[in-house]
């Protein structure tokens, strides 16, 4: 049951990968977002899969470098949220940047961490919470009109 709920988590997480890849048409830095999320977008298939892929150093390889770089960009983002944001976090694209990056930076750690051991208890539970955290997040977006008020037109001609 749960290398099962594993699997859908990282079929969920993949889809919203793709996803967040493919909303990314119109906006200014579209390249760079869109190879952000379309790399976790496909290690994360591949962990759906075949859960064992997590095991092969090529796989390994391109998580930890997609991390570092994920790391990297998030410093990036909260020293410029932290020097400019006035308001609330979310209503600035560096903070919904910021958000995406920590969503991949968790979810391919818990991914590189399911090689050793299948994941069960707290971090399939934890798993699960993340899988479900950005649809939730885009559903309550998407129902709030006055978070969407606030944002660049680019963002408004995607949902």
Known sequence: MAGQLWRLCNL????????????????PDAGLWT??????AALTLLVGINPSITDNSVWRSLCDLHSAGCIVGTFALVCFLF?????????????RELLGLMIITIWMSLCRSSAKSPLAGVRLIAAVVVAL?????????????EMRASWPTHCKTVI
């Open 83 to 95: 020097a400019y944001t006035q308001g609330n976090v979310l209503h600035e694209e560096e903070g």
């Open 133 to 145: 955290l950005p649809f939730v997040s885009w559903l309550y977006i998407y129902v709030n009109k």
């Open 12 to 27: 969920l997480m993949a889809a919203f990968f793709g996803l967040a890849a493919a909303v990314q048409v119109n906006d």
């Open 35 to 40: 190879v952000v999320y379309l790399v976790p």
